[in-house]
């Protein structure tokens, strides 16, 4: 795709490949594939907890609201995240890949019941189950991708950007734009720039957290409307000397790209089988080792603990270490000392209800108090370790110093469940999903969602119809 003459310049080469991989790459891994079924099943199980309809709209799963794409994506992508029990990859950026999934539905939904795309378009490739898979797939991978080696927080970016620019371009390909408009389309998220992330952090915490996904998934498709309808790019939005996104955004470096794009990221996915941030799940799941030695004891965490001792990884350190008061659900969810201090309390793993302003955790004397006796500490072996895509670990080692002076022997967990090394990962997803959809559907119902998944032919627009919920709760009704 180069310049078409004298007076205009190449595209920036990042935006090149990524418009080669989206529609030229054929998906050929059948763990990817395999994956990919179970990355939607995962991420439409999470929001299971003014009236709009639309003619031939797409549908919000879960609802009966029928809307327009935009709006939808929005909505969707919104309900996948706010719980934070979607999947995660690591890297120099963390993120949540399946987030991908607001955008991709909505609009593969839509363009079932009344496609709109060039007659070509619509002729060689219907909007099928496959259609998800793939362009999941594809989504997964350049977000992460990208999370390896490109850290955004450091400029204080947040990582939806990254979404926006997968949805965007996996967008472009499902409506059936050319690979220009494609490359048009996709040189506007970076004219965008991107959110601070600032709301994930004290003291300004807030539950946009929850709806950032959303916002950038809505936006790819505002796009990728805009380049079908004709609107021009900006081929060196990255490169351009004083007004590019590097000089500007990126404190004068280029992207680091260490991997050709495949299907690499799909493969090595990381559940969440527990509803916390993903760096923390291990120091949850080792915490609940640690409580259950306290518990064959007679011994209450609260009065025999003196010190708790945290051994982790940077990332975990800048996203989730956390003193002080602790101001909303937001907040409590990206708290590792509130995690563990909540985990051995209870001895049992965290719910979502233990983070709400409701929950007995909340404004509780004890969790406060083991808070303050937790010194986490990095080691450097475990950020290398999380920063190696060939090691991709999230590790954490929780030790417990009593009372009498006795130190319970360290606990490591490097592989939680819910990693793709852990061999009980597959059925605790499978679990999950149906724990999830039995708040909202009978077995029957579930039974029929998952007949229909698996034949690739089906229209999306007949799948998601199974879905539909007229019964839709008021706040607080469903018990989580």
């Known amino acids: 795709m180069p310049a078409n003459d004298k007076n205009h310049t190449d595209w920036d080469r990042v935006f090149v490949d990524i418009i ?9 891994s059948l763990s990817a594939w395999t994956l990919a079924r179970t990355a939607v099943l995962d991420a439409l199980g999470c929001p299971n907890v003014p009236n709009t309809h639309v003619l031939n709209g797409c549908r919000l799963p879960g609802t009966a609201y029928q809307l327009d794409p935009i709006k939808c994506a929005f909505d969707l992508g ?14 120099a950026e963390a993120g949540h890949p399946s987030d991908n999934l607001g955008a991709i539905l909505a609009l593969c939904d839509w363009l079932s019941r009344s496609d709109s795309r060039p007659p070509t378009a619509r002729s060689i490739s219907p909007i099928t189950i496959r259609t998800v898979l793939m362009a999941l797939v594809k989504a997964y991978e ?10 955004f927080n450091a400029y204080g970016h947040d990582h939806t950007i990254l979404v926006k620019l997968a949805s965007t371009a996996v967008s472009a390909w499902i409506l059936g734009l050319t690979e220009e408009q494609a490359l048009t389309a996709i040189s506007h998220v970076f004219m965008d720039g991107s959110p601070l992330r600032v709301f994930r952090n004290a003291p300004n915490t807030i539950p946009r957290k929850g709806w950032a996904a959303g916002d950038a998934c809505s936006r790819a498709l505002q796009l990728v409307f805009l380049a079908r309808k004709g609107q021009p790019g900006g081929r060196t939005v990255l490169t351009a000397p004083r007004w590019g996104f590097y000089a500007n955004l990126f404190g004068g470096q280029s992207f680091d790209l260490p991997r050709a794009y495949g299907s690499w990221v799909m493969e090595n996915i990381f559940f969440k089988c527990v509803p916390a941030e993903g760096h923390g799940i291990s120091a949850i799941d080792a915490t609940l080792q640690q409580a259950q030695r306290l518990r064959t004891r007679g011994l209450n965490p609260a009065t025999s603990i003196v010190r ?3 051994r982790t990884h940077a990332a975990c350190i800048r996203i989730i270490s956390k003193r002080g008061v602790l101001c ?24 979502v209800g233990d983070y709400t302003d409701a929950s007995p955790w909340a404004a509780n004397s004890e969790v406060d108090a083991l808070r303050e006796r937790i010194e986490v500490f990095e080691d450097a072996a475990l950020t290398r370790d999380y920063l190696d895509p060939e090691v991709k670990t999230a590790a954490n080692a929780v030790s417990i110093e009593l009372r009498n002076g006795e130190v319970l022997d360290e606990v490591m967990m490097r592989h939680p469940l819910g990693h793709v090394e852990h061999p009980d990962t597959a059925k605790a997803v499978r ?4 724990r999830n959809m039995s708040l909202r559907f009978s077995r029957q119902e579930v039974e029929r969602i998952l007949e229909a998944f698996e034949e690739e032919d089906t229209r ?21």
């Open 20 to 28: 080669i991989y989206v529609y030229r790459f054929q998906i050929d």
């Open 328 to 351: 909303n659900a937001a907040d409590r969810d990206h708290c590792v000392q509130y995690m563990i201090a909540v985990t051995l309390l209870k001895g049992r793993p965290l719910e």
């Open 142 to 151: 350049i977000q992460g991708c990208f999370q390896l080696r490109n850290a």
């Open 460 to 480: 999306v627009c007949d799948w998601v119809d199974l879905w539909v919920r007229n019964d839709i709760p008021r706040a607080g009704e469903i018990r989580l």
């Open 431 to 434: 679990e999950k999903f149906w």
């Open 78 to 91: 919104a309900c996948i995240r706010y719980l934070d029990h979607n999947d995660a990859i690591g890297g």
């Open 308 to 310: 708790i001792r945290l």
